[in-house]
């Protein structure tokens, strides 16, 4: 089976939008494959971050892709930072990486032309983060890597930086592909529906967290934007907000937008019906969360297989590349006599 990896950051809760749009897609498709799914919290410190706040994220996160589907069995569910080959292997990969490449990666424009305080006080690590992203991916020699439009140029620049390896030390990294999933919902802001539903703390009241109360759910539906006129139709240009809320309403009941609309004769009708949908849809997983959550212990015996199991095939990677750049083997472990 191809090799597959995916990562998600703790930081903020996870939404409906990232279950129904990536998540339980994971779950779905890991028996079809080699499948790493890591908590990439080395990532989110680009940003500061909370120590406390941030711990318990990552936990949380850990326990959420547990909740929906992802068995530890089956899958490799580990934390970024608990293998130190991710972050090892990023140093060399930045001796092979240009200043230029970094500069022309459009994410790092983005989220510094947000930052208040210019460009000079955004940390290093958010510039050469890209060259981290290429580090996890190449560290586990994955082949295909599920990401949307806006990722496509870190595979890109992932290929780039192992085929320049490779070319001045030798075959050392397998080159991964991007492989772009199949439609999937895309879930947008029930307050904003031109934009995607977020982590972001800028609309609380048009993102759905996954482990939200079932009446808080109800209630952001209930308050949903939605357009003028009167029709339920599925039409994203004419009517986005009726739209998202009947694309919300159809990935949660395995059904097309257009078919959701059937029987929906008014806006109240529609919004109760996607409310109703959700909680049902989260129910369960929002149980298996609670247990998990509950016995602290299982999920770090959890971490631990799974940092052991996503070690044995870092480290290997990690040699290999050491050895092609010529670096001295590490020496045995010496015990001193008595």
């Known amino acids: 089976m191809a090799r597959v990896l995916s990562g998600i950051q703790p930081s903020g809760e996870v939404h409906l939008g990232n279950y129904l749009g990536a998540l339980r897609r994971w779950a779905g498709e890991q028996h079809e494959h080699d499948s790493f799914y890591c908590v990439v919290d080395l990532h989110a410190v680009t940003t500061p971050q909370d120590p406390v706040t941030l711990r318990t994220r990552t936990l949380e996160t850990v326990a959420t892709l547990a909740a929906v589907g992802i068995d530890p069995e089956v899958s490799t569910l580990f934390v970024q930072s608990h293998v130190h080959e991710h972050a090892e292997l990023c140093w060399l990969l930045e001796c092979t990486t240009s200043m230029g490449e970094l500069r022309r990666m459009t994410q790092f424009k983005d989220k510094a032309a947000r930052s208040t ?7 290093a690590a958010l510039f050469t983060y890209p060259v981290l992203q290429a580090a996890d991916i190449l560290v586990y020699d994955a082949e295909r890597i599920p990401v949307g439009e806006d990722q496509k140029q870190h595979i890109e620049l992932t290929r780039d930086v192992a085929q320049r390896f490779n070319h001045r030390y030798g075959e050392v990294f397998v080159l991964p592909e991007a492989v772009i999933p199949r439609a999937a919902a895309r879930v947008l802001d029930l307050q904003n529906p031109m934009a995607k539903m977020s982590k972001s703390v800028d609309s609380p009241q048009g993102t759905v967290g996954l482990m939200e ?15 003028s006129g009167e029709e339920v139709v599925y039409d994203p240009t004419a009517k986005p907000g009726v739209s998202n809320l009947l694309s919300i309403l159809g990935a949660a009941t395995g059904q097309e937008p257009a078919a959701a609309a059937a029987g929906l004769a008014r806006y109240s009708d529609l919004k109760a019906a ?65």
């Open 274 to 338: 996607a409310a109703e949908a959700v909680v049902e849809l989260v129910r369960p997983v929002q149980e298996r969360y609670a247990a998990l959550m509950a016995d602290r212990g299982e999920l770090e015996r959890v971490l631990g297989r799974g940092a052991e199991k996503a070690q044995s095939v870092a480290a290997v990677t990690l040699a290999r590349a050491r050895e092609a750049m010529g670096f001295l083997p590490r020496p045995p472990t010496s015990r001193r006599g008595g």
């Open 213 to 227: 109360d079932p009446k808080a759910i109800e209630r952001k539906f209930k308050r949903a934007v939605t357009d």
């Open 117 to 123: 305080s210019g460009t000079d006080a955004v940390a």
